[in-house]
C-alpha cells in the first residue's frame, strides 16, 4: 500500500466503509510491525482531529463497525475476522476517547478554566500530552511540565529556546486548521512555515551526535533550514525522506493528493525511503528548481524541473493553479478560505484551470471560475453547494 492509499482506506475502514477487498489489503499491510504502530499512531491522531472538526459521526461509525463484524461472523470468515477484531479493539479503544470528551461536554458544565478547542483553534500538544490553543494575534510563553520556558509565541510565530542539547528526545505536535497558516522557529534555528491543514511533529531539542528529525504528518510545510554539516536535517512525509545540511525547500503530504511532492528552492537535498537508512549510493540527490513527487500509483520517485514559485507562493497567501482540475482545486479552496465545498456538478470537475489568487475572497474566486465555465452555487455560513 502506498501513502496516500493507507490514509484513504483507514479513514474509510474508521467510518466503517471499507469493503472487504479494502480491509484485505489494509490486513496484508499491517502483518509488518511497522505498520502496525504507523496505523495506530495515524488513527489516533486522525479521529482525534476528526472529533475536534466534526468530520464524522462516530457513534455511528460504531455501529457500522459492529454490524460489519456481526456479518462476518454470520460468513463465518474466522481468520479475518479475527485479524480485523483485533484492530477494530484499537478503533474502539480510541472512538472510545472520542465518546467520552463528546459526552462530557454535552452533559456537564465546563468550568471557565476548561480548554474547549474551537475547528478553527491553532493547538500545540506537548510532550505530556498537554494541549495548548495558540491565539495568532496574541503572545504567551510555552512552559512543559517542569515548570520551564522552552518557546515564545509571538502572534503568527512560535520560538523555540536556543539552548545545549538534550539528553532525551521531546516531542511538540503543531496542528494548524483550515483557514490559517503559522511558523515555527525550531531550536536549532530552522525556519517552519505551515499552511492550512498541517500537522508537524518535531523535538522541542535537538541530540548532539544524531540527525535533526521532524515529521510532516498531514500537509504542507517550506523549510528554511539552519545549515550544520554534523548534524543532517531530515523530513519524513510518510514513505518518503528528505535529508538536508542546509537548504531551502517546500514538502506537500495532503491526504487527497496521489503523491507526496518535494519542491528545492535552494541548496541540494537526498532523497530516499521511510523504511531505509540513507545511503547516498542509492538516494536521488536533487537540484534547486526542480520538483520530486513520490508518485503512488507507480510507487516511484518522479523528478522533473519546475518554476518553485508555483509551489511556494501560499507562503505569501498565494493559491496558485497550473492546467490544475477544478476537482483538485475544490480542497485547496476549502482549506485556504476554511470553508465546506459539494459540488454536483460532474462536468466542472473535468474542467482544467491555470489561475493565480492573492487578496481575493472566495464569492470572488468563485466568480473568476464561473467566467470561464458558467455553474450555479450556493454559499451560506461557509457551506458551498455548487449545482
Request: charged share 25%; proline share 2%.
Amino acid at each position: 500500500m502506498t501513502p496516500s492509499s493507507n490514509k484513504k482506506i483507514i479513514s474509510k475502514y474508521l467510518a466503517s466503509e471499507a469493503s472487504e477487498a479494502e480491509i484485505k489489503q489494509l490486513l496484508k499491510w499491517l502483518e509488518k510491525k511497522k505498520n502496525q504502530k504507523t496505523f495506530k499512531e495515524y488513527l489516533k491522531t486522525k479521529l482525534l482531529l476528526d472529533i475536534k472538526y466534526n468530520t464524522i459521526d462516530s457513534q455511528e461509525a460504531y455501529i457500522l463497525l459492529l454490524d460489519k463484524i456481526k456479518l462476518m461472523k454470520k460468513n463465518k470468515n474466522k481468520n479475518r475476522l479475527t485479524a480485523l477484531l483485533k484492530y477494530a479493539a484499537v478503533f474502539i479503544g480510541v472512538l472510545g476517547i472520542g465518546f467520552y470528551f463528546m459526552n462530557y461536554h454535552k452533559t456537564i458544565e465546563v468550568p471557565k478554566n476548561q480548554l474547549i478547542i474551537a475547528k478553527d483553534d491553532i493547538t500545540i500538544e506537548l510532550e505530556n500530552g498537554n494541549v495548548k490553543i495558540i491565539n495568532s494575534s496574541g503572545d504567551q510563553k510555552i512552559i512543559n511540565e517542569t515548570g520551564k520556558i522552552i518557546a515564545e509565541q509571538s502572534g503568527n510565530m512560535l520560538n523555540y529556546e536556543k539552548e545545549n542539547s538534550a539528553e532525551k528526545l521531546a516531542y511538540n505536535i503543531l496542528t494548524i486548521p483550515n483557514g490559517k497558516k503559522f511558523q515555527v522557529v525550531l531550536s536549532d534555528g530552522t525556519e517552519v512555515y505551515l499552511n492550512s491543514g498541517t500537522v508537524l511533529k518535531y523535538p522541542v531539542k535537538f541530540i548532539t551526535g544524531l540527525n535533526r528529525q521532524v515529521y510532516l504528518l498531514e500537509g504542507e510545510a517550506y523549510f528554511d533550514v539552519a545549515k550544520d554539516a554534523k548534524h543532517p536535517f531530515i523530513v519524513n512525509g510518510d514513505d518518503m525522506n528528505v535529508r538536508v545540511l542546509g537548504t531551502k525547500f517546500n514538502v506537500s503530504t495532503y491526504p487527497e493528493d496521489s503523491s507526496i511532492n518535494t519542491v528545492l528552492v535552494e541548496g541540494a537535498v537526498s532523497i530516499f525511503g521511510d523504511d531505509k537508512k540513507y545511503d547516498k549510493a542509492t538516494s536521488l540527490e536533487m537540484k534547486p528548481g526542480h520538483k520530486a513527487s513520490w508518485n503512488n500509483s507507480r510507487n516511484n520517485i518522479i523528478i522533473e524541473e519546475v518554476n518553485t514559485n508555483d509551489y511556494t507562493g501560499w507562503i505569501d497567501g498565494k493559491l496558485i493553479f497550473k492546467n490544475t482540475q477544478f476537482k483538485n482545486i475544490l480542497k485547496k479552496l476549502e482549506r485556504h478560505y476554511n470553508v465546506s465545498i459539494t459540488n454536483n456538478n460532474t462536468k466542472l470537475n473535468e474542467q482544467y484551470y491555470d489561475a493565480t489568487f492573492d487578496i481575493e475572497t472566495i464569492e470572488e474566486v468563485l466568480f473568476a471560475f464561473n467566467k470561464s465555465y458558467k455553474f450555479q452555487y450556493i454559499l451560506k455560513n461557509n457551506q458551498i453547494i455548487i449545482n
